[in-house]
């Protein structure tokens, strides 16, 4: 992007709330919308509605239609019973898995030297065997995905990608922050670049990068951790040549989020713009479509519509689900699953995390000697940094806060995400770092024994209490640790002592990690949701084995209470 173009813009972005092109939504008939979709739902041939949609076709698109519209024609209002919905799905499609190839990353290796830095022999076997779960969770694509796309709901991405694990079968966007933190630790850089060279791929076909790599994600992203990754490579690598390809595709992303994801506010008699998620498209979510669809029965097809908007833009925010996102008669963070308004939410850790790649954009330019193009991301950091204070930042509690559109006031209920600018570095005066860990000791948070709750309502969504999720404890710990008092840095450590005791623990009972665990308890997973907890796992790992770097000389397999 040029000075003149990237100041355009900014200028627009700031003042005209511009919507971009938005990418068509999924035209499949068969994985997005259409008939075999809702009746094979319908019909809970699977556990997870996920199944079905990451089936692959054993013959062209059209032919399986027509396949299942001659049969339909030969039942009541064109509805197939089970048995001969499942016979037509032996027939026609393969199960999900087909899409892969077996691989194991070649550039993994069994003593990576941060290993050495972890005292505890207890805690240093296990770093090591969460090092070699990474060749468990390779995955590469089948050649015959990029020859045929039309039979696959999997995008085609160039590279092998280390997945989540469990149903998450695939990339997914925010995770590969965390897991590529990981595989640098473990000195895979290979993998690590081939990962980041798929998230490119995306962004040039896409304009931004997708929740995942399926057809069905077309129309939603993720928390936008492009840029971080690209940063975690260079400070790796010190690949100067790779930063000045990258920096193009990042400011496409950049641009995606600012146009079609961000929001002109008036407050005080100030202008301000920030960000939130937003998905327009109302139709159920075809990876969970019957609990979508039973969700709005009974409303009004304006608001069904709605419902499921605000469901994909829940599934945007990585937060699915959760009663931050509930508005109801509205009110804050009370009703049920029906009451989700994620549309309505500016979220502090977007906004600081989009703040922290601004600020790091403005790096990358003054790495590659372009001065005017860092000075306007600077700029528009500064802008973002006034915005965050005047909206989202409130002095007497000592944190940032969600901002509800619909009754123009802050949430002030307890989510570690009040907590996002310390961890993206986007506040104004040092006191805050302080009045920050104040809040979060009086917040009631960390009274558990096992890490840091997603929130301190029960609502039974699995982005609630009594869950705690690696990537919001990582944030935290990393936040805190980078503050300059000793009471900040203590909290940081404690914090990491707890989150590491839970994983290992968990670890020694089922040896397995987990996507999230639960705050109470001993090593125990966490759970509610749409579906069960997922083993694997990706973020956890990557998670783990960061705070096993940073504090492995005083970590210990016994653990400590606070």
Request: proline content about 6%; charged content about 25%; overall charge negative.
């Amino acid at each position: 992007m040029s000075n003149l173009k990237a100041l355009c813009f900014l200028s627009l972005a700031l003042f005209a709330s511009v919507k971009g092109d938005v990418p068509p939504p999924c035209d499949s008939e068969i994985y997005c919308t259409g008939p075999i979709l809702h009746q094979v739902q319908e019909a809970k041939l699977f556990d997870d509605d996920k199944h079905f949609v990451d089936m692959k076709l054993r013959s062209a698109p059209d032919d399986v239609l027509s396949a299942f519209r001659n049969l339909s024609s030969k039942f009541p209002n064109t509805t197939i019973p089970p048995v001969k919905l499942e016979e037509f799905l032996n027939t026609s499609f393969d199960q999900p898995g087909t899409e892969f190839e077996s691989w194991a990353p070649p550039d993994w290796h069994e003593k990576p030297n941060f290993l050495s830095g972890i005292a505890d022999d207890k805690l240093r076997e296990w770093a090591e065997k969460i090092h070699g779960l990474w060749k468990s969770l390779g995955r590469k694509i089948h050649s015959d995905v990029k020859d045929h796309p039309e039979l696959y709901s999997q995008i085609y991405t160039p590279h092998p990608v280390v997945v989540p694990g469990g149903r998450f079968r695939e990339l997914y966007y925010w995770d590969s922050y965390w897991v590529i933190n990981g595989l640098l630790l473990s000195e895979m850089t290979d993998t690590a670049h081939g990962m980041i060279q798929n998230f490119l791929y995306l962004v040039n076909r896409y304009g931004f990068v997708p929740n995942g790599g399926r057809i069905y994600y077309e129309r939603r992203s993720q928390p936008p951790f492009l840029t971080l990754m690209v940063e975690s490579y260079y400070q790796a690598t010190k690949d100067k040549e790779f930063l000045r390809a990258a920096l193009p595709v990042l400011e496409v992303e950049y641009q995606f989020w600012m146009e079609n994801r961000s929001v002109d506010l008036e407050l005080n008699g100030k202008q301000h713009v920030l960000n939130r998620y937003y998905v327009e498209v109302g139709l159920p979510r075809p990876e969970s479509y019957l609990d979508d669809l039973e969700l709005a029965e009974g409303l009004t097809d304006g608001k069904k519509e709605q419902l499921w908007m605000d469901l994909k833009t829940g599934a945007e925010s990585g937060w699915d689900f959760t009663s931050r996102w509930y508005i109801a008669d509205g009110s804050d963070n009370s009703g049920t699953l029906r009451d989700t308004r994620t549309s309505q939410i500016l979220p502090a850790d977007l906004n600081a995390l989009l703040c922290r790649n601004e600020k790091t954009l403005a790096s990358f330019h003054r790495l590659l000697g372009d001065s005017d193009s860092a000075a306007v991301y600077d700029q528009a950091a500064a802008r973002r940094l006034e915005a965050i204070e005047s909206v989202l930042w409130d002095a007497e509690r000592g944190a940032w806060f969600d901002y509800n559109l619909m009754t123009r006031s802050k949430n002030f209920e307890f989510y570690p995400s009040n907590l996002g600018p310390i961890w993206a570095q986007c506040y104004s005066q040092p006191e805050m770092g302080e009045k920050a860990v104040q809040y979060l000791k009086g917040s009631g948070a960390l009274q558990f024994p096992n890490g840091v709750p997603t929130s301190l309502k029960e609502s039974g969504q699995q982005w609630d209490y009594p869950n705690a999720w690696p990537p919001l404890q990582h944030m935290l710990i990393d936040g805190f640790s980078k503050l300059p008092s000793e009471d900040a840095k203590k909290l940081a450590f404690e914090l990491a002592q707890r989150w590491i005791k839970t994983n290992w623990l968990a670890y020694i009972k089922y040896e397995a990690m987990f996507e999230k665990y639960d705050v109470n308890g001993d090593g125990k997973p966490g759970g509610g949701g749409e579906y069960e907890v997922q083993l694997g796992f990706g973020w956890t790992n990557g998670v783990a084995l960061q705070l096993l770097d940073q504090y492995g000389a005083t970590l210990t397999s016994g653990g400590r209470r606070v």
